[in-house]
């Protein structure tokens, strides 16, 4: 989830907004904003434009920063949308809305972000928020200030981030990728949206005819096997050569291939996906509420005796006892996980969204 700060200016990378039409981005005919605060709840106070109803236009000028990408401007302060100093802390809700052409009905999207104190900040967007921490009972600021629960969301975002072998929000990267020798090139994350492509050390963008992009989150789920395949309007016959498609392939080379875009394994509305979300609140939560160390042990509780299942085995003269686990035989924890937790759902989430090992797309010899 984004978070700003009170004072904090908002930028291209924190706040902003893609829209695409068939995973290319694209201009829209308007784009406006609105911010609600809804700490107290939904459906929350128009804070921004003050004139309740109103939109901040920003599908022109400085809030327009690239094609098809968008970011919450300020147009009357000439600066990106500042929380002010006052701002409620807590969760905000920013809404979308747009249209594709003038004669096009408006359509709307809604995406929450975070207000701190002013000292707080987010090296990266985080997947749940302080107020997520707070709202399973978390609520003691003395033993778990903001800095402390943020610190930890980060920590342990990093972790599913790692263990996943991918990230749940959007990122704007430009990559240079290794030519195949193929028609098909394919990435260890879902693509969200292309900018644009530049094959076989081109310095000109390829025509957005002649590729497409398997992003579909519906089915069939492309986020399991994202990839761009090149196409070609020419008619494939016998008299073609074998192994080919048209005339177009991301030829053999050292990171010939340039691509712009956006990638992460998000929703349809670009949201993180909810069990991620449920295990990174339940993987803070613990390890908040087991701190590493102790000041003083002596104030603990005396420790409860310890749970064990039905005897198995008992020896009289050698003084043997055994007992079986309580509750059945544990299952031996999956390895590349043992010792960060014992939480079995979140380890069957991580499971789940962990992506596919990258193997290396088959190549062909490209004789012309």
């Known amino acids: 989830m984004p978070a700003l ?16 039409v068939n995973g290319i981005l694209t201009d829209a005919y308007e784009v406006g904003y609105r911010i609600f605060d809804i700490t107290g709840g939904l459906p929350g106070a128009q804070i921004f434009p003050t004139t309740p109803g109103d939109y ?9 920063f690239s094609v098809g990408s968008y970011y919450a401007y300020d147009n009357g302060n000439t600066q990106g949308w500042t929380p002010s100093l006052t701002e409620s802390i807590g969760t905000h809700r920013i809404e979308w809305r747009w249209k594709i052409s003038a004669g096009a009905p408006f359509q709307a999207s809604f995406e929450d972000f975070e207000v701190l104190v002013e000292s707080g900040g987010s090296s990266a967007d985080t997947y749940i928020s302080i107020t997520d921490v707070r709202n399973e009972g978390l609520t003691d600021v003395v033993a778990y200030p903001d800095n402390k629960v943020l610190a930890a969301i980060e920590t342990w975002q990093a972790f599913i981030d790692r263990a996943c072998r991918q990230w749940f929000v959007p990122k704007a990267l430009i990559l240079q990728v290794d030519g195949t020798d193929s028609d098909a090139i394919h990435f260890g994350v879902p693509i969200i949206a292309i900018d644009y492509i530049k094959i076989n050390d081109s310095d000109t963008e390829l025509d957005p005819s002649l590729y497409k992009v398997y992003s579909a989150v519906r089915y069939p789920n492309d986020r399991q096997n994202p990839r761009i395949k090149l196409v070609s309007t020419d008619e494939v016959g016998i008299y073609v050569q074998p192994l080919t498609y048209g005339d177009l392939i991301f030829r053999k080379g050292r990171k010939n291939q340039e691509i712009k875009g956006t990638f992460g394994y998000v929703e349809e509305d670009g949201s993180v996906p909810k069990l991620i979300k449920r295990a990174h609140l339940k993987l803070v939560i613990e390890k908040l509420t087991n701190p590493i160390y102790v000041a003083d042990p002596a104030s603990m509780p005396v420790s409860p005796p310890p749970l064990v299942g039905p005897l198995l085995e008992e020896v009289t003269d050698g003084h043997k006892i055994k007992y079986a686990q309580a509750g059945g035989k544990l299952r031996e924890r999956a390895p590349g996980l043992s010792g960060i937790t014992n939480d079995q759902e979140i380890l069957d989430i991580v499971k789940l969204y962990r992506a596919p090992l990258g193997v290396a797309t088959p190549a062909h010899l490209s004789i012309r």
Do not use: S
């Open 5 to 20: 700060a009170r004072g904090q200016e908002n930028t291209t990378a924190i706040i902003n907004w893609f829209i695409t």
């Open 56 to 64: 901040e236009e920003v599908g022109t000028g400085a809030g327009h």
